[in-house]
């Protein structure tokens, strides 16, 4: 067995048109498996696909909103019949909201909840049979160090972060019978659109710099790894768990 070889296993990555989920697929793929690329716009998928097949990675796309539930049941229905299988699924798509308390509407709090925390419940009851029929299964939530410490402002989107890293850990408890590992990964700062206005404003990535114990922010295809561990063979033994990526921004204090 090769440790960290995902070759013959299929994977779908939500929100995988750029950013994280973009660098967790090319990731996933150079470790061997088929990468279906998930988001809500095919022209962007085929980009992002080509990119992958230029590189000699096999790939294909998902195209679904993960937070439309006719389309979520029928992406993945068609995701999982593309290849006939289904090994791998990473919930990576995730939206945020910025406003400060008082200007908060429920349809705000509602649209993010449904994209990061509720539509991952529905992936993964949609992927578990396919995993299970194949006797091996792997779920990846990209959650956030804001499952784990508060921030002003983008009160939904840590209420989705920290539900998904509870979920995780309820899907691990009810899956692993089925050899099925339910895990999380939880990055700090990366450079990616997401992350737009907050690199736009250079006190505010210095003010990062100077609270991360590694003294930057990070590149997505950082995080690749730590997928590939949780998918592959290696990570066999470790489920409900958050793994944290974030440069020690959680772990230490730095001034
Ligand atoms: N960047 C960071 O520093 C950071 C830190 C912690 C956690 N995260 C989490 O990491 C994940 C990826 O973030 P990112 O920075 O890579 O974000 P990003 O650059 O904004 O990319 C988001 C991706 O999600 C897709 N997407 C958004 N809504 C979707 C929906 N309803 N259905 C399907 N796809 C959808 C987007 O594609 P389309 O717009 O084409 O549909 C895109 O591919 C998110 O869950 C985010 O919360 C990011």
């Not at 498996?33 to 998928?45: E, I, K, Q, S, Y």
Request: net charge positive.
């Amino acid at each position: 067995m090769e440790m960290f070889s995902l070759k013959g296993r299929v994977a779908l990555v939500t929100g995988a048109s750029r950013g994280l989920g973009f660098a967790m697929a090319r990731a996933l793929g150079q470790a061997g498996a088929f990468v279906l690329v998930n988001g809500r716009d095919p022209a962007t998928l085929e980009a992002a696909a080509a990119r992958l097949a230029g590189e000699g990675i096999g790939a294909g796309i998902a195209p679904f909103d993960v937070a439309d539930p006719t389309g979520r049941e029928a992406g993945m229905a068609a995701a999982i019949a593309a290849r006939g299988r289904l090994d791998i699924l990473v919930g990576n798509a995730g939206v945020q909201h910025r406003a400060p308390l008082a200007d908060w509407r429920r349809e705000d709090f509602g649209r993010v909840v449904e994209a990061n925390l509720t539509a991952c419940f529905f992936l993964a009851q949609a992927a578990a049979p396919a995993m299970r029929a194949n006797g091996y299964g792997r779920m990846i939530f990209t959650t956030s160090i804001t499952g784990i410490i508060g921030r002003e402002t983008i009160h939904a989107y840590v209420a989705s972060k920290t539900g998904l890293a509870g979920l995780t850990r309820s899907l691990a408890a009810e899956l692993g019978r089925d050899a099925i590992t339910c895990n999380s990964i939880a990055p700090g700062y990366f450079k990616t659109e997401m992350n737009e206005r907050l690199l736009a404003d250079q006190a505010f990535v210095d003010k990062i710099n100077a609270r991360v114990a590694l003294r930057r922010w990070a590149e997505p295809a950082e995080l690749g790894g730590a997928a590939v561990f949780l998918a592959s063979p290696a990570g066999g033994y470790v489920t409900g768990h958050q793994l944290v990526v974030d440069g020690g921004l959680t772990s230490t204090l730095t001034m």
